[in-house]
């Protein structure tokens, strides 16, 4: 079983930046696959950013020039890099792991581990 941990996250002016972290526990693998959703209030959560365990990386085009996915060497921990915050970026974050290879398509159907959320709140 994988358990994962948020940290990171709160208030920041626009224009501001922020990291968002991810330690997961337990066993992710050797292949995981991680990532970054948001969710909007009553919307579905949107896929962000994912990175499988050997560096490769997909973001979304929609904040591909402001946010950026990294991992550890040991591929437990996963951050979500933010700058030039936006007041539209106002939403709950969560990561997401898997212990199967990224398909790359942003669907956390694929993702059966989740962290707890964050917060990240942008004012103008």
């Known amino acids: 079983q994988v358990h994962l941990v948020q940290s990171g996250g709160g208030s920041v002016q626009a224009g501001g930046s922020l990291t968002l972290s991810c330690v997961a526990s337990?066993?992710?693998?050797?292949?995981?696959?991680m990532a970054w959703f948001r969710q909007y209030p009553g919307e579905e959560r949107e896929g962000l950013a994912v990175?499988?365990?050997?560096?490769?990386?997909k973001i979304r085009d929609s904040v591909k020039s402001r946010f950026t996915i990294s991992r550890d060497n040991a591929g437990v921990s996963a951050y979500l890099r933010m700058n030039n915050l936006k007041p539209e970026d106002t939403a709950m974050y969560y990561c997401?792991?898997?212990?199967?290879?990224?398909?790359?398509?942003?669907?956390?159907?694929?993702?059966?581990?989740w962290g707890q959320g964050t917060q990240v709140t942008v004012s103008s």
């Open positions: 997401a792991a898997s212990t199967r290879l990224c398909s790359w398509a942003f669907s956390e159907y694929e993702f059966a581990y």
């Open positions: 337990g066993s992710i693998g050797s292949r995981s696959c």
């Open positions: 990175m499988d365990s050997i560096g490769g990386t």
